[in-house]
Nanobody, 126 residues
Framework: QVRLVESGGGLVQPGDSLRLSCVLS????????MGWFRQPPGKEREFVGI????????YYEDFAKGRFTISRDNSLNTVYLQMNNLKPEDSATYYC???????????????????WGQGTQVTVSS
């Protein structure tokens, strides 16, 4: 059974930092491109960033550049989303996703993600 489990969400104040984790089980983690997405209340799910199989290349949506960093530890089957200088508009449910096993290109579009986590809630409020 394939599972993606996010953790690390919570309630923080503006300017704080938070690190989300996402663990993949049931598949060989290093075979997968990993992405982070978020869904603010009442809005569509949006792309946050993506990291390649080895972790040496990542891309970010404009709002995440300079504040968010994605990393991965293939020995722990885990991908991370480090979020700094959080703003109220970063409040959302954050999802990780896995895809691109066997792909010969990077990044991959949203529809090529095979597995999604259940999400972890991040609330930024004073």
């Amino acid at each position: 059974q394939v599972r993606l489990v996010e953790s690390g969400g919570g309630l923080v104040q503006p300017g704080d930092s938070l690190r989300l984790s996402c663990v993949l089980s049931g598949r060989t983690f290093s075979n997968y491109i990993m992405g982070w997405f978020r869904q603010p209340p009442g809005k569509e799910r949006e792309f946050v960033g993506i990291i390649n199989w080895s972790g040496d290349t990542s891309y970010y949506e404009d709002f995440a550049k300079g504040r968010f960093t994605i990393s991965r530890d293939n020995s722990l089957n885990t991908v991370y989303l480090q979020m700094n200088n959080l703003k109220p508009e970063d409040s959302a449910t954050y999802y990780c996703a896995a895809g691109g096993a066997g792909a010969k290109y990077f990044p991959i579009p949203r529809y090529e993600y095979d597995y999604w986590g259940q999400g972890t809630q991040v609330t930024v409020s004073s």
